[in-house]
């Protein structure tokens, strides 16, 4: 799908890796994780085999949430260069639960992700992201740490 744009388009080719996670206990805010979907996407008729990838935006303890075009982890709004464009939805404030992750899709406003079925269960990882081989003329190659491509800035506060 295009949940993922513009990081990456329908076609493109990725390898997984999947031994990190086995030491250092799972994703980490900023990586592209591969993971089987959770109950709620079974429930709408995707296979417990299936694949889906996005991106992690919060960790265990994290409050997420989605108001006037932007992302807030912990009241501090994020920068986010990659994304296509701005969220065109809110979302309520989520705690993520221990042993969860928050994940969104690059494409906000074309993504089926936590803000609509919840934080994922770090059990559904599969692996990250790590390096792009197809199409070779385009993106070719590692796949950006997520110090360089994910920061929060201090946010002005804000009335609701």
């Known amino acids: 799908s295009l949940s993922m744009y513009p990081t990456f388009n329908i076609g493109d080719r990725l390898i997984c890796e ?27 008729g995707y296979g417990a085999g299936e694949v ?23 009241g501090k709004a994020l920068e986010e260069p990659f994304v296509n464009e701005a969220p065109k939805y809110s979302m309520a404030p989520v705690v ?15 993504s089926y992700d936590s803000h ?22 385009n993106h070719f190659g590692i796949i950006p740490a997520r110090n360089r491509v994910f920061a929060a800035q201090e946010a002005p506060a804000v009335a609701d």
Do not use: C
């Open 52 to 74: 889906f990838i996005k991106r992690v935006i919060g960790s265990a303890g994290d409050t997420v949430e989605v108001k006037r075009g932007k992302v807030y982890i912990n």
């Open 96 to 110: 993520v639960p221990d042993k969860n992750v928050f994940v969104m899709g690059d494409n906000r406003n074309n």
């Open 18 to 44: 999947k031994v990190t996670y086995k030491f250092k206990g799972g994703p980490s805010v900023g990586d592209i994780i591969i993971f089987h979907p959770v109950e709620e996407l079974q429930k709408a």
């Open 116 to 137: 609509l079925w919840g934080p994922l269960p770090k059990e559904n990882v599969i692996g990250r992201a790590v390096f792009q081989y197809w199409p070779p003329n």
